[in-house]
């Protein structure tokens, strides 16, 4: 038996790989290049303290930090047929739909909750991005209208925040089906008198862009997100023609009367309380502080 070779030489790899520390301790700002202890990235919000980009984030984050003591009631969301076309590229529908659930721990690009903001009750829907680009497809439409639904049986606002990279290809003209569902879902909210709000962040395009995203009450977006219907890229290419800096961001869409204000993500919540406060007509006032 030699000594050196099995006892000693184990226990020093075992000690030389040993990490003393997670691979992801650090978090790579995506504008600015600043390297920021991941921990405090999170406690921030999100928001990058160098050059205050907002990096996006999931329905559970939004929740906790814009409900009131972080208490919330989940909404359910109906289910739907899963893949309706039996539709196949690289990988399978089905497949994909697997790997998005495992990775997301959600069934599907958006969740929906009751609570309240500064006392204000409210219904807030949220797409996640990280569920394939926040995807349209009929889950999408389903949740959307179910939350139309509670909104208007708790006469509360309704707030959507939006992320897609647009329509669910996967789901075809059933995916297109769910903008005027949802158009039909905000004209029963005005019709409850009932306030639409639309919280745009990064990126909300495509068939999303053309539906509900455009259509609130109040628009308000998070600072620096991509916002339009196609990208820049195929635009360019189409008109064959620089476009200008920042096109479709939100400070361009601001300046060009697209959008109502810019907020950000560690203001929003008291913004949208006064926002809510005034279109319910002071039914509700937000708690002062």
């Known amino acids: 038996m030699n000594w050196l070779t099995n006892y000693v030489k184990p226990k020093l790899k075992k000690v030389l790989n040993k990490r003393d520390t997670p691979d992801n301790l650090w978090y790579k700002c995506k504008q600015c290049d600043q390297m920021i202890y991941l921990k405090e990235f999170v406690d921030n ?5 160098a050059c205050g980009h907002h990096g996006r984030i999931g329905p559970n984050d939004r929740f906790n930090h814009l409900f009131d003591r972080q208490t919330y009631e989940m909404i359910a969301i109906p289910d ?25 721990g959600d069934q599907d690009a958006i969740k929906a909750a009751f609570g ?12 996640n991005f990280f569920f394939m680009g926040g995807s349209m497809g009929m889950a999408v439409g389903e949740g959307f209208l179910a939350a139309v639904d509670f909104a208007i049986k708790k006469k509360a606002p309704f707030i959507m925040f939006t992320a897609a990279g647009g329509a669910r290809m996967q789901e075809g003209i059933l995916s297109l089906m769910q903008m005027p569902r949802t158009t039909v879902g905000i004209q029963l909210l005005r ?5 639409y709000i639309v919280v745009l962040t990064d990126p909300t395009t495509g068939g999303v862009t053309a539906s509900y995203a455009m259509l609130g009450d109040v628009q308000i977006a ?25 096109f479709q961001r939100s400070e361009y869409l601001l300046a060009h009367g697209m ?18 406060g005034l279109l319910m007509n002071g039914q509700f006032k937000p708690a002062s502080k």
Do not use: W
């Open 45 to 49: 919000l999100s928001v990058c303290g």
């Open 80 to 104: 739907v047929v899963a893949d309706p076309l039996k539709f196949k590229d690289s990988k399978k529908y089905s497949e994909r739909m697997k790997a998005a659930r495992a990775n997301s």
């Open 116 to 127: 309240t903001l500064n006392n204000v009750p409210a219904v807030i829907a949220v797409q």
């Open 191 to 195: 019709e409850a008198g009932l306030p």
């Open 222 to 246: 998070e600072p620096g997100a991509l916002i339009g219907f196609a990208g820049p890229r195929v635009i360019e290419q189409n008109l064959r023609e620089t476009l200008p800096e920042g």
């Open 259 to 276: 959008i109502d204000m810019i907020v950000p993500r560690h203001t929003l919540k008291d913004e949208l309380s006064k926002v809510m």
